[in-house]
């Protein structure tokens, strides 16, 4: 790989960027596509997408019938939990088990205590302040669990405008109800505001804030995997 490639791969990996390194079978030549970057003019347009969605690499053939590598680096999922409540204390060890980058996020002290929540995850501190050092990005899932705008609103409106991969929130219809009529009043558009799951997680009836914790994985791996699941099919 030339030095100039491989520098810039290393720029996105630390950035949290998706890139595919492009390899021509034919005569070894390479090229860095970024999915900031990716045109819908560029022959593997279809492809580049299928792959940034699934995280995997392969050969594939241009429309022109040349044979490429692509070698695909995504950033490994990562979940921001807004709320230090009983549903995240059960959800961090199973997501961690699942492979997700857990953060818990809660400006409450008598909740984001380091004897409920290992420091490695826990930011004692308001969303707006933690997500401006680690933004947001597609490879991200969002789960607000507070039941307080104060504290959910940003966060989710973040996730929206940064294309994270799930955005959920706890709460009745009618807490949702007048989520949207905040979000619209915000400028959000109705397709920003459809894709939030709430209320959160899958319905299987859960009660108790561990079995609501395996609904929300449920369906945050969900929304992860089952796009690439149809793209396969």
Sequence with gaps: ??????????AARDRREAAILVTRLGDGSQRLVQRAGLSAGDPLFEELERRFRSGSSGQVTDPSGEAHFLTVSVPAPRLVVIGAVHISQALLPMAEIAGFDVTIIDPRTAFASEDRFPARVLRADWPEDVLQAAPLDPYTAVAAVTHDPKIDDFPLMAALNAGCFYVGALGSRKTHA????????????????????????????????????????????????????????
Excluded: K
């Design 1 to 10: 790989m030339r030095l100039d490639l491989l520098s810039a791969l290393n």
């Design 178 to 233: 007048r989520r949207v009529e905040r979000f619209q009043a915000a400028g959000l558009s109705e397709d920003q505001i459809g894709r939030i799951r709430a209320p959160i997680g899958l319905a299987i009836g859960a009660a108790s804030p561990a079995e609501i914790a395996v609904a929300v994985l449920g369906e945050v791996i969900g929304a992860l995997r089952l796009a690439v699941a149809r793209d396969r099919t």
